[in-house]
């Protein structure tokens, strides 16, 4: 990124955030608001102090910072992990490379836990997965009677999972590490919810975009895109109390394999969701 400099002074907001613009409109979809918000971000600036101190004048250590992630954005980082942040269900989420960056398909599913959720329910509740801990927490603020247990094999998901928890100050919710299930040994709940990886192996999206990024683990799953919603849809059946509900996010042609999966194991009263694009997103069943 080269520095736009008017008579030996060193370039303001809106200078550096032209010539942002202009090197990112090659490589990103949104160049315009890519620019802004890595702007924003260096600065330390919001939305409105972009237009009021577009004359402010930037350090040398601002605009090294702004060069380097200028630089890692045309590579094709992702905005969310060049910013350490993402908001999901009206919060401001801590991300990191060891979670995926939620996304707003996601909020349906939290959307259709809580109206099964009665209000002042005591319910424990499993977020298997869990990564940066959007599903969990969001569920533990709209239901803050309920106990809500997320998990994850990945440490440093859950570090970062731990510090939205601190940071939205959600004493609901503890985190547990290991493989789905292996957490919750002998425990019974009301509700179990998840994103799990459910992406084909061989799926050219992998290489594409901001999902070159993210952690391959928590994306794809087996030929199908299904050993991990196969192999959680059996286990489920010996924590999950009479009754109970399984909700969980999947890909949008997977509906029809995952109905017949679910029938295959007992599960009743089945029900597939879209998205607001109309495409199948969300499944939730029940014992």
């Given amino acids: 990124m080269k520095h736009a400099v008017l008579n030996n002074m060193p370039p303001t907001v809106s200078e550096v955030l032209q010539t942002a613009l202009r090197e990112l409109r090659a490589t990103s979809p949104t160049p315009r608001l890519d620019a802004e918000v890595l702007v924003m971000h260096v600065c330390g600036l919001d939305r409105g102090a972009l237009i009021a101190r577009g ?17 890692q954005r045309r590579q094709g980082e992702p905005i969310a992990y060049l910013t350490g942040r993402r908001e999901f269900w009206s919060l401001e989420f801590n991300v990191s490379p060891a979670t995926l960056i939620p996304r707003s398909e996601t909020e349906l599913l939290v ?69 789905w299930f292996e957490p919750l040994v002998d425990m019974k709940l009301d509700m179990m919810v998840s994103n799990p990886p459910y992406v084909r192996a061989n799926d050219p999206h992998l290489e594409q975009g901001d999902v070159r990024f993210e952690p391959e683990q928590a994306l794809a799953a087996g030929p199908e895109g299904l050993d991990a919603i196969r192999q959680i849809a059996v286990s489920a059946r010996e924590h999950l109390n009479p009754a109970a509900w399984f909700l969980f996010e999947h890909g949008w042609d997977q509906a029809a394999a995952i109905g017949q999966l679910l029938h295959s194991l007992g599960y009743r009263n089945i029900v597939c969701y879209p998205d607001l694009g109309g495409r199948d997103r969300i499944t939730a069943c029940r014992l």
């Fill in 55 to 71: 004359q402010a004048v930037l350090t040398d250590d601002q605009l090294n910072r702004l060069e380097i992630t200028i630089a």
């Fill in 111 to 179: 959307e259709k836990a809580l109206a099964t959720i009665p209000r002042g329910a005591e319910w424990i509740i499993a977020d298997l997965g869990t990564g940066c801990g959007a599903i969990a927490l969001a569920l533990a603020k709209e239901r803050p009677r309920c106990r809500i247990i997320a998990t994850d094999i990945s440490p440093a998901a859950l570090e970062v999972a731990r510090t939205n928890a601190e940071k939205f100050g959600q004493t609901n919710i503890e985190f547990r590490e290991g493989n």
